[in-house]
């Protein structure tokens, strides 16, 4: 269950259905300790897609699929992904807290963040559950590899071309 949580997670890091986030201090100037000040009525912007996947935040790998980055063992390490699932093969997986990195958006963040957030994931780790159990996946090794994304009514559209194959157990 913690993989399964953390392979979601880590879509979600990678393939976010909003490319962004926006704020608005409608009455007030907003100072930061930086010193920067934005003015009342300015809308900011925050890039969700490039935000997670910014190396600053996420590390060297952070372009790449690691659902392992979401998951600890008893040692802490910053391997490669082959490593890591050494190292989890042989101890249990403890699930961290995606949302103890700042960087981690899908959902949003603060006192307007998605009341749904728990409740969806759970339902699409049930929805991938029960999936696993009559589906195998394997890799489409017709895929052309071209995985694009566009944008409409401000969401992200993946055109996957179907990396990925559900084949059923009993065939
Ligand atoms: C994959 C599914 C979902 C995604 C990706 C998603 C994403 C988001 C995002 C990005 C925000 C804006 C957060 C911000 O501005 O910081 C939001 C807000 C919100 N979401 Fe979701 N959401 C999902 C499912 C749901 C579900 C199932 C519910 C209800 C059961 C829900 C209820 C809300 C509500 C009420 C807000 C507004 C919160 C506020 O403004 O105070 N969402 N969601």
């Known amino acids: 269950m913690p993989l399964l949580l953390a392979t979601i997670y880590e879509s979600a890091r990678l393939l976010p259905t909003g490319p962004m986030l926006q704020r608005c201090s409608l009455k007030h100037d907003l100072s930061f300790a930086t010193g920067v000040t934005i003015p009342a009525g300015a809308v900011l912007v925050a890039p969700v ?46 699930l961290n807290d995606p949302n103890e990195n700042a960087a981690f958006l899908p959902f949003g963040s603060g006192t307007r963040a998605c009341i749904g957030q728990k409740y969806i994931i759970q339902l699409v780790a049930s929805l991938l559950a029960s999936l696993l159990k009559k589906y195998k996946i394997r890799l489409n090794t017709e895929s052309d590899n071209d995985s694009n994304t566009t944008l409409k009514n401000n969401l992200l559209r993946h055109h996957l071309n179907s990396h990925i194959l559900f084949v059923r157990r009993d065939q």
Request: aromatic share 14%; proline share 2%.
């Open 49 to 94: 897609e490039l935000i997670q996947k910014d190396d600053s935040s996420w590390g060297s790998d952070a372009s790449d699929f690691n659902p392992y980055r979401f998951l600890s063992t008893g040692t802490k390490g910053s391997g490669s992904a082959e490593e890591e699932l050494e190292d989890f093969s042989s101890a249990g997986f403890v």
